[in-house]
C-alpha cells in the first residue's frame, strides 16, 4: 500500500522541478495554493514569465486567480449600449494613523556595531586581549558595588592574611568538588591564581556555585586560611537593585520579530503576511497597529544555506540572493513609516563568529534599496523615542541552557535574564563561535530598557529589575530536528510593546 504521505511528496516533487526546468521557484505556500485551486500548471508558468515573476508565492497567485476570474466575468458579460449614469462621487475622510503622524525617533549606536570595524586577525594575543578585555569590562562594573570598591589584586591577598572581609575580583577558571564534597573555585586575575573555598555550610553560597559558569567574572568576599580563601559572600555584576528605566513621552509602539527563516519550505508566509496586513490596518487590533512605528528583527531574516546537513531537503528557495529578494519584496509591502531594523543571526550570510557585521549590500541589494530598511549587525543596541533595545540574536542560548538546570528551551527569557546578572552574551567560552575583536561589544556596559532576542524559536518574556526581557519566537513551523529533540516552537507570535508604559501585547497570528 503506498502512503498517501509519499504522493503527496511525489506530487509536490514533481510540480516543483516543472517550475524549477523554467527557472521559477515555487513556495510551498504557492503549492498548495496551486493544489487546493486545481490550477493549470502551463497557464501559472506562462503568466509568471510573462510578468518576469521568477518566485511563484502565495501572493502571486492570488492575484493570479483574481485575473482568471475577471476574464471569465467579462466573457460572461453582455455589451450594452445603455449610457451609464454618473455615479455620486463619494469623499472618504482620511483616517488619522497615529505613529504616521508621529515623526521618528530612531537612534542606532554605532559603537555597538561591528560592521566596518572588525581587526581580529585570530591569533593568540588576539584571544588573550579578549579575556583581558572581558576582565576589566566586568571588573569595572563590579567595583561600582559599595561592598567590591576595596577589591585587591590576588596577588596582595596575602598581606591581608588573618583579616575577615578581603574582596578580590576574578575569573573563574575551573570548579571541582572533593571526595569529602568539598567545593572549590580555581580563580584568576591579571596578577595571579588562587583556590576559592565554597563553605558547605553556607546553602546561598552554594546555590551560587551551582550557578556559576566556567570563564564568568565574579566579585567575592572572604578569608585567607593558608593558601586557600574561604568565601563568604560572592557577587555576580547583575543590575543594579534601583535600575531606572526610560519611557517615550507618547504611547508609539514597537514590534519585536526574529527568526523569519524565508527560504524554508517551513516559513509561515501566510501568517507572516497576515501579520503584514495588520500593519495596514487591514486585519483585527488595529488600535495597537496604528501605534506601530518601529520593528526591530534579531536575527534569521532567512533560512540560509548549508547551515546544518541535508539543508537543501527543506529549502523552497536553494538561492540565498534570492531568499534576501523575497525577503524585501514582503518588507515592501509594510508601510513606509514604520522603522525596521534587521540584525543578523546564525542563518543569515555573514561570519558565524560574533560580533556578527551586517549583511554585504551586495548579497541583500533589495533590502538596502528600502528607505525605512536599516541593516545591523548582532549584537546592537537600537534608541526608539529614546528608549534603548540591546538586540542580540541568541546563539549562544544553547549552551547557556546546556550549562544551566534552571533553564529550559520552553522558557528563553529565564535564560535571558542570566545574561544579565553575568552582563555579557556569550558567558562561556569554547561552545560558541567569537571573533576576539580589539574592542570588547559583548560585555552589557550601558543597561538596556529593553533586552530582545530570539533563536530558540519560542516566545517569551519578563520583567528583570525594570529591564523588559523579550524572546520573541519564530515564523517557522516545527522542524523535524526540534522534533526529534521534542522542542516545541511557538510560531506567528508577535510581541509588541508600548514604549510609553512597557505593556506588551502578544499578538497570535
Same mark, same amino acid.
Given at each position: 500500500?503506498?502512503?498517501?504521505?509519499a504522493?503527496?511528496?511525489r506530487?509536490?516533487?514533481e510540480?516543483?522541478?516543472k517550475?524549477?526546468d523554467?527557472?521559477i521557484v515555487l513556495?510551498?505556500?504557492?503549492?498548495?495554493?496551486?493544489v487546493s485551486?486545481?490550477?493549470?500548471?502551463?497557464?501559472?508558468i506562462?503568466?509568471a514569465?510573462?510578468?518576469?515573476?521568477?518566485?511563484v508565492?502565495?501572493?502571486f497567485?492570488r492575484?493570479f486567480?483574481?485575473?482568471k476570474?475577471?476574464?471569465?466575468?467579462?466573457?460572461k458579460?453582455?455589451?450594452t449600449?445603455?449610457e451609464?449614469?454618473?455615479k455620486?462621487?463619494q469623499?472618504e475622510? +482620511?483616517?488619522?494613523?497615529?505613529?504616521k503622524e508621529i515623526d521618528s525617533?530612531?537612534k542606532i549606536?554605532?559603537?555597538?556595531?561591528?560592521?566596518?570595524?572588525?581587526?581580529?586577525?585570530?591569533?593568540l594575543?588576539?584571544?588573550?586581549?579578549?579575556?583581558?578585555q572581558?576582565?576589566?569590562?566586568?571588573?569595572?562594573i563590579?567595583?561600582?558595588?559599595?561592598?567590591l570598591k576595596?577589591?585587591v589584586?590576588?596577588?596582595m591577598?596575602?598581606?591581608?592574611?588573618?583579616?575577615?572581609?578581603i574582596?578580590i575580583?576574578?575569573?573563574?577558571?575551573?570548579?571541582?568538588e572533593?571526595k569529602k564534597?568539598y567545593?572549590?573555585l580555581?580563580?584568576?586575575?591579571?596578577?595571579?591564581e588562587?583556590?576559592?573555598?565554597?563553605?558547605?555550610?553556607?546553602?546561598q553560597?552554594n546555590?551560587?556555585?551551582?550557578?556559576i559558569?566556567?570563564?564568568?567574572?565574579i566579585?567575592i568576599?572572604?578569608?585567607?586560611n593558608r593558601d586557600?580563601?574561604i568565601a563568604?559572600e560572592i557577587?555576580?555584576p547583575d543590575?543594579p537593585?534601583?535600575n531606572?528605566?526610560?519611557?517615550?513621552?507618547e504611547p508609539?509602539?514597537?514590534?519585536?520579530?526574529?527568526d523569519?527563516?524565508?527560504g524554508s519550505?517551513l516559513?509561515?508566509?501566510?501568517?507572516?503576511?497576515?501579520f503584514?496586513?495588520?500593519?495596514?490596518?487591514?486585519?483585527?487590533?488595529?488600535e495597537?497597529f496604528?501605534?506601530?512605528?518601529y520593528i526591530l528583527v534579531?536575527?534569521d531574516?532567512v533560512d540560509?544555506?548549508?547551515?546544518?546537513p541535508?539543508q537543501?531537503k527543506?529549502?523552497?528557495?536553494?538561492d540565498?540572493?534570492?531568499q534576501?529578494?523575497?525577503?524585501?519584496?514582503?518588507?515592501?509591502?509594510?508601510?513606509d513609516y514604520?522603522?525596521?531594523?534587521l540584525a543578523?543571526?546564525?542563518?543569515?550570510?555573514?561570519?558565524?563568529?560574533?560580533?556578527?557585521?551586517?549583511l554585504?549590500r551586495?548579497?541583500?541589494?533589495?533590502?538596502?534599496?528600502?528607505?525605512?530598511?536599516?541593516m545591523?549587525g548582532?549584537?546592537?543596541?537600537?534608541?526608539?523615542?529614546?528608549v534603548k533595545?540591546l538586540m542580540?540574536?541568541g546563539t549562544?542560548?544553547?549552551?547557556?541552557?546546556g550549562?544551566?538546570?534552571?533553564?529550559?528551551y520552553?522558557?528563553p527569557?529565564?535564560t535571558?535574564?542570566?545574561?544579565? +546578572?553575568?552582563?555579557?552574551?556569550?558567558?562561556?567560552?569554547?561552545?560558541?563561535?567569537?571573533?576576539?575583536e580589539?574592542?570588547?561589544?559583548?560585555?552589557i +556596559?550601558?543597561?538596556?530598557?529593553?533586552f530582545?532576542?530570539?533563536?530558540?524559536?519560542?516566545n517569551?518574556y519578563?520583567?528583570?529589575?525594570g529591564?523588559k526581557?523579550?524572546n520573541?519566537?519564530?515564523?517557522?513551523?516545527r522542524t523535524r530536528?526540534?522534533?526529534?529533540?521534542?522542542?516545541?516552537?511557538?510560531?506567528?507570535?508577535?510581541?509588541i510593546?508600548n514604549?510609553?508604559?512597557?505593556?506588551?501585547?502578544?499578538?497570535?497570528?
Amino acid at each position: 500500500m503506498v502512503s498517501v504521505y509519499a504522493t503527496v511528496d511525489r506530487d509536490r516533487g514533481e510540480i516543483i522541478k516543472k517550475f524549477a526546468d523554467q527557472g521559477i521557484v515555487l513556495t510551498s505556500h504557492g503549492f498548495e495554493r496551486i493544489v487546493s485551486h486545481n490550477l493549470n500548471l502551463e497557464e501559472v508558468i506562462f503568466a509568471a514569465k510573462k510578468k518576469n515573476v521568477w518566485l511563484v508565492a502565495d501572493e502571486f497567485l492570488r492575484e493570479f486567480i483574481d485575473e482568471k476570474n475577471r476574464e471569465l466575468e467579462r466573457e460572461k458579460a453582455e455589451i450594452t449600449e445603455v449610457e451609464k449614469l454618473p455615479k455620486k462621487v463619494q469623499v472618504e475622510r +482620511k483616517k488619522h494613523i497615529f505613529a504616521k503622524e508621529i515623526d521618528s525617533e530612531l537612534k542606532i549606536h554605532e559603537e555597538t556595531d561591528v560592521t566596518g570595524k572588525s581587526t581580529c586577525e585570530g591569533l593568540l594575543e588576539n584571544f588573550m586581549d579578549y579575556f583581558n578585555q572581558k576582565y576589566d569590562s566586568l571588573r569595572g562594573i563590579l567595583k561600582d558595588r559599595e561592598n567590591l570598591k576595596a577589591a585587591v589584586p590576588i596577588k596582595m591577598v596575602r598581606k591581608y592574611m588573618g583579616e575577615d572581609n578581603i574582596h578580590i575580583i576574578a575569573m573563574v577558571s575551573s570548579k571541582r568538588e572533593s571526595k569529602k564534597g568539598y567545593r572549590f573555585l580555581e580563580v584568576e586575575d591579571p596578577t595571579g591564581e588562587l583556590t576559592v573555598l565554597v563553605p558547605g555550610n553556607n546553602r546561598q553560597l552554594n546555590q551560587m556555585y551551582d550557578n556559576i559558569l566556567l570563564d564568568e567574572v565574579i566579585g567575592i568576599s572572604g578569608r585567607l586560611n593558608r593558601d586557600l580563601f574561604i568565601a563568604g559572600e560572592i557577587y555576580q555584576p547583575d543590575l543594579p537593585i534601583n535600575n531606572k528605566t526610560r519611557s517615550a513621552d507618547e504611547p508609539i509602539h514597537i514590534a519585536l520579530l526574529s527568526d523569519i527563516h524565508v527560504g524554508s519550505y517551513l516559513f509561515l508566509e501566510k501568517e507572516f503576511n497576515r501579520f503584514i496586513d495588520c500593519l495596514n490596518l487591514k486585519g483585527n487590533n488595529s488600535e495597537i497597529f496604528e501605534k506601530v512605528k518601529y520593528i526591530l528583527v534579531a536575527g534569521d531574516l532567512v533560512d540560509g544555506i548549508g547551515i546544518y546537513p541535508n539543508q537543501e531537503k527543506e529549502l523552497s528557495i536553494p538561492d540565498i540572493y534570492k531568499q534576501y529578494d523575497f525577503l524585501a519584496s514582503l518588507l515592501e509591502k509594510v508601510p513606509d513609516y514604520i522603522e525596521i531594523v534587521l540584525a543578523m543571526g546564525n542563518h543569515d550570510a555573514v561570519r558565524n563568529a560574533e560580533p556578527q557585521p551586517r549583511l554585504d549590500r551586495d548579497v541583500g541589494a533589495p533590502l538596502y534599496d528600502l528607505p525605512n530598511v536599516h541593516m545591523v549587525g548582532n549584537p546592537v543596541m537600537v534608541s526608539t523615542h529614546g528608549v534603548k533595545t540591546l538586540m542580540y540574536h541568541g546563539t549562544s542560548l544553547d549552551t547557556m541552557i546546556g550549562n544551566l538546570s534552571s533553564c529550559t528551551y520552553s522558557r528563553p527569557e529565564t535564560t535571558m535574564i542570566e545574561y544579565l +546578572k553575568r552582563r555579557y552574551l556569550i558567558p562561556v567560552y569554547g561552545n560558541d563561535y567569537i571573533s576576539p575583536e580589539k574592542k570588547d561589544y559583548l560585555t552589557i +556596559k550601558e543597561i538596556p530598557d529593553i533586552f530582545h532576542s530570539g533563536h530558540i524559536h519560542t516566545n517569551g518574556y519578563a520583567n528583570y529589575k525594570g529591564v523588559k526581557v523579550i524572546n520573541s519566537g519564530t515564523w517557522q513551523a516545527r522542524t523535524r530536528y526540534q522534533e526529534e529533540l521534542g522542542h516545541l516552537p511557538t510560531p506567528g507570535r508577535v510581541p509588541i510593546m508600548n514604549l510609553q508604559n512597557h505593556e506588551v501585547s502578544v499578538i497570535h497570528f
